[in-house]
């Protein structure tokens, strides 16, 4: 069965530092991952999404994520944190279960908040 | 271009009312889906539409039911509200076409029952 794991619930950075948000996915066969954000009384958006062309993939407002299927991770990392940045953020898993109706597995989400 | 469009954006009930939530896209997707969201709880499926006229079972689709007339209406209905109910709800649609296709989100309708 495919899972997500978003380590840290909660994530506080200052303003101009590095952002990483974690997500670990199981799945036994090659996945599509995306990672979304979703602003305060907003609907989710979808930041980027990795489709095996390429192991790095580059998102919008200058986010970005590296899959690494040694380490079956899709980090999400922002070299410096905007204070628009303050968001929830969702990792998902599809993968390739014949059936499976292009449902998503989600993440529980991660919380970041930029500190000034 | 609209996208996802959700109504109500906000509504309360009472215990025991029924309601029915709409979403509209108008993207031509296929493919649609509800959701709830809780906190602490991630997004949780309710039930989902793989085209016109067939619905399906999520996650947690007991107290719901859907229909789907129409190809760009997903329409969610509560048939007696109960405050396990009080979330928010979001839309989702996509495309039919590759796996790598996202889900495209409404705003999301928050409900309250009293």
């Known amino acids: 069965a495919q899972s997500v794991t978003q380590l840290g619930s909660h994530v506080s950075v200052s303003e101009g530092a590095l952002v990483l948000l974690r997500c670990n996915y199981s799945?036994?066969?090659?996945?599509?991952l995306f990672w979304y954000v979703q602003y305060p009384n907003q609907g989710l958006q979808l930041l980027l999404k990795y489709t095996s062309a390429a192991t790095l993939v580059k998102g919008i407002n200058g986010f970005e994520a590296e899959f690494k299927k040694s380490e079956t991770s899709f980090h999400l990392t922002k070299p410096s944190a905007h204070m628009s940045d303050a968001a929830e953020y969702f990792c998902a898993v599809r993968g390739f279960r014949a059936g499976n109706n292009r449902k998503l597995i989600w993440g529980l989400g991660t919380s970041l908040a930029v500190n000034p | 271009n609209a996208g996802v469009t959700q109504t109500p954006k906000f509504r309360v009930l009472k215990t025991g009312q029924s309601m029915t939530l709409l979403c509209a896209q108008d993207?031509?997707?296929?493919?649609m889906y509800w959701y709830r969201q809780d906190p602490g709880m991630g997004l949780r499926l309710i039930h989902y539409s793989v085209g016109e006229g067939t619905t399906a079972k999520g996650e947690v689709p007991d107290g719901y039911n859907v229909s789907r007339l129409k190809k760009q209406n997903f329409l969610l209905g509560l048939e007696s509200a109960a405050p396990s109910q009080t979330s928010v709800y979001f839309c989702?649609?996509?495309?039919?076409?590759?796996?790598?296709?996202?889900?495209?989100f409404g705003d999301g309708t928050r409900l309250s029952i009293l």
């Open positions: 993207m031509n997707h296929e493919y």
């Open positions: 799945s036994s066969v090659p996945p599509y």
């Open positions: 989702a649609s996509s495309y039919a076409g590759a796996s790598n296709q996202p889900q495209h």
